[in-house]
T-cell receptor, first 113, second 116 residues
Framework: GESVGLHLPTLSVQEGDNSIINCAYS??????FIWYKQESGKGPQFIID?????DKRQGQRVTVLLNKTVKHLSLQIAATQPGDSAVYFC????????????FGGGTRVLVKP | KAGVTQTPRYLIKTRGQQVTLSCSPI?????VSWYQQTPGQGLQFLFE???????NKGNFPGRFSGRQFSNSRSEMNVSTLELGDSALYLC???????????????FGPGTRLTVT
């Protein structure tokens, strides 16, 4: 069945270093992949998305890489800051399923000062 | 513009009761989706409403239902509450961007439901 998962449940990173969060997916029919950030007591916040016909997309301090060959998605955060401490989720969407998102289990990022 | 709003933010109910949660999407967004978030199961899709019609449904029992009004506001209802229904219920509103530029989906802060 379809699934979206994460390799690392917790990631500790030194402030100023780069962070890499990984995600594996199994549904090759996915059209979009999205990364969300969730801080304590808040709903998931959109970070960046990538269409399935792309392999890289950059935003402000973030880059998402998509490798369809191995069904792998990653989020890179440059110069990690204390405000980046949160749980990060990858999610996939198929246009045929409307706006339904299938989420991975989440990775907690802890930024050490 | 204002974000997605959900009311109430916190709720405590007793087993067997029923509950109604409300979501107001971002202005102009016609799609509203509901998710349940628990530590054990993570974020799971409940259902999606678009133009007052249920467009998609997740794998939840019939005790979970929803509806959408003409102003795109949505409500979800859980009847005969069980202890396992304790969760954060999240609402997301979506807008398909023109010209195939993708879409945007934004979440509200959620309603924390505790069933005792």
């Amino acid at each position: 069945g379809e699934s979206v998962g994460l390799h690392l449940p917790t990631l500790s990173v030194q402030e100023g270093d780069n962070s890499i969060i990984n995600c594996a997916y199994s549904n090759s029919a996915s059209d979009y992949f999205i990364w969300y950030k969730q801080e304590s007591g808040k709903g998931p916040q959109f970070i960046i998305d990538i269409r399935s016909n792309m392999d890289k997309r950059q935003g402000q301090r973030v880059t998402v890489l998509l490798n369809k060959t191995v069904k792998h998605l990653s989020l890179q955060i440059a110069a990690t800051q204390p405000g980046d401490s949160a749980v990060y989720f990858c999610a996939e969407r198929r246009k045929a399923a409307g706006n339904k998102l299938t989420f991975g289990g989440g990775t907690r990022v802890l930024v050490k000062p | 513009k204002a974000g997605v709003t959900q009311t109430p933010r916190y709720l405590i109910k007793t087993r067997g009761q029923q509950v109604t949660l409300s979501c107001s999407p971002i202005s102009g967004h016609r799609s509203v989706s509901w998710y349940q978030q628990t530590p054990g199961q993570g974020l799971q899709f409940l259902f999606e409403y678009f133009s007052e019609t249920q467009r998609n449904k997740g794998n939840f029992p019939g005790r979970f239902s929803g509806r959408q009004f003409s102003n795109s506001r949505s409500e979800m209802n859980v009847s005969t509450l069980e202890l396992g229904d304790s969760a954060l219920y999240l609402c997301a509103s979506s807008l398909e961007l023109a010209g195939g530029r993708g879409y945007e989906q934004y979440f509200g802060p959620g309603t924390r439901l505790t069933v005792t």
